[in-house]
């Protein structure tokens, strides 16, 4: 079985992966997760929940971490993973395992990231969550705006390097509020 769950940052991703994992490990069920490497060892919420993950910057080590008597994994930000290999992982081991998939759907030029619309289309159940607002505070945030400051002034442009992945740089914003780049 395959699970999406996705959202803008801060829309409460992490919280409900860190939820599914827990209710695995009170069905008595053997659970791994995995995450990018952007989190050290482990998945945290932001509300506080965490759990060990075994990051990894590839989907061939999380293949090659895999436990033989796994029943259920968790991957966090996997739109982070290169597209073609996390879709044929999940289409190779979904019927093995339950796979649940946490990450962000659309990257902040407004794009499908990563495989993520992909298997949201191949999931067995997909949950969209919705943040607040960074702009005008309603809870319809979809979209994670990148801005070049810290102080979420300036947003990016189509000409800026590559997308630097510290949180700081990024708040969720619904369409209305979002700036695309210039």
Not at 16 to 40: E, T
Not at 59 to 85: C, G, H, K, Y
Request: charged content about 25%; overall charge negative; glycine content about 6%.
């Amino acid at each position: 079985m395959l699970e999406v769950i996705t959202g803008a940052m801060e829309a409460g991703k992490t919280w409900l992966i860190y939820k599914r994992i827990s209710d695995a490990n009170l069905m008595g069920k053997k659970v791994q997760v995995f995450a990018y490497p952007v989190h050290k060892g482990e998945v945290v919420s932001r509300i506080g929940f965490k759990h060990d993950a075994i990051t990894v910057p590839t989907i061939a080590e999380i293949e090659a971490s895999l436990e033989p008597d796994v029943d259920t994994i968790a991957i966090d930000d996997a739109q982070l993973f290169d597209r073609d290999d996390l879709l044929h992982f999940c289409d190779k081991w979904r019927n093995r395992m339950t796979i649940i998939i946490a990450g962000v759907q659309l990257n902040s030029f407004g794009e499908n990231f990563g495989a993520m619309v992909q298997l949201m289309g191949r999931a067995e159940n997909v949950t969209v969550l919705l943040g607040v607002c960074e702009k005008c505070k309603e809870q319809n945030a979809l979209v994670s705006q990148r801005y070049r400051d810290l102080a979420h002034t300036k947003p990016i442009t189509k000409d800026d390097p590559k997308i630097d992945l510290r949180k700081e740089y990024y708040a969720p914003v619904c369409w209305k509020c979002y700036q695309p780049p210039l």
